[in-house]
């Protein structure tokens, strides 16, 4: 592999991250913005600071809205208890919100977007 095949592959991995970030930001509209119009939930910014595993789950919340540990399992195909740590990690982070419903707990971004 030469360094020009290189500088394209990091090219079309960076576009489809851009695609992939697009698709959260535009999902997440109706999110509560700030006076200044930045998200004050979970921006793309911290995102992107986050380990690989915790991102997986982050955006996979993302997407379902509000969400069980077990839902997030079936879409990430990682174990319940695992998301369920992932999970709780994000809520210490602040970056996530925790509910409960019965016996059910539910994990949200935010207020309002799994609602």
Known sequence: MTIDDSNEEIVKLLKEI??????????????KESDDGIFDVLDVMTLLTLPDHLRATATALFELGSATAEDLSEKTHKERAVESNYLNQLVRMGHVV???SGRKVYFSIGEGLGK
């Open 98 to 100: 925790k509910s409960r």
């Open 18 to 31: 851009s695609g992939k970030l697009d698709r959260i930001l535009m999902q997440g509209t109706s999110a």
